[in-house]
Nanobody, 120 residues
Framework: QVQLVESGGGLVQAGGSLRLSCAASGKIFSVGAMGWYRQAAGKERELVAR???????NYADSVKGRFTISRDNAKNTVDLQMNSLKPEDTAVYYCNADLWDIGLVYRGYWGQGTQVTVSS
């Protein structure tokens, strides 16, 4: 099976920084696009940032200029550097990866989520 494991969440004051990391492991053939989503209390899950295998990125308007997504294809990891954090960034952050497993089945996988709390 395939697992996505996130790390790096926590509590930070407004204006601070956090770095989230996610590693995909297991019976993987190849990883396609990877991304970060978030879900605040009482709200729907939303895209934060996404990166293709080739390095093309897209960001939610609310995080442009503050967050940076990056990946290491050799390690099947994706990171999210979050700077100038605001209280409205408080949410559970989920890693996502679209990948082919060793049976060449293509589907999306989710991590378990990591809490990010930004205090004012």
């Amino acid at each position: 099976q395939v697992q996505l494991v996130e790390s790096g969440g926590g509590l930070v004051q407004a204006g601070g920084s956090l770095r989230l990391s996610c590693a995909a492991s297991g019976k993987i053939f190849s990883v396609g696009a990877m991304g970060w989503y978030r879900q605040a209390a009482g709200k729907e899950r939303e895209l934060v940032a996404r990166i293709t295998r080739g390095g093309s990125t897209n960001y939610a308007d609310s995080v442009k200029g503050r967050f940076t997504i990056s990946r290491d294809n050799a390690k099947n990891t994706v990171d999210l550097q979050m700077n100038s954090l605001k209280p409205e960034d408080t949410a559970v952050y989920y890693c996502n990866a679209d990948l082919w497993d060793i049976g060449l089945v293509y589907r999306g996988y989710w991590g378990q989520g990591t809490q990010v709390t930004v205090s004012s």
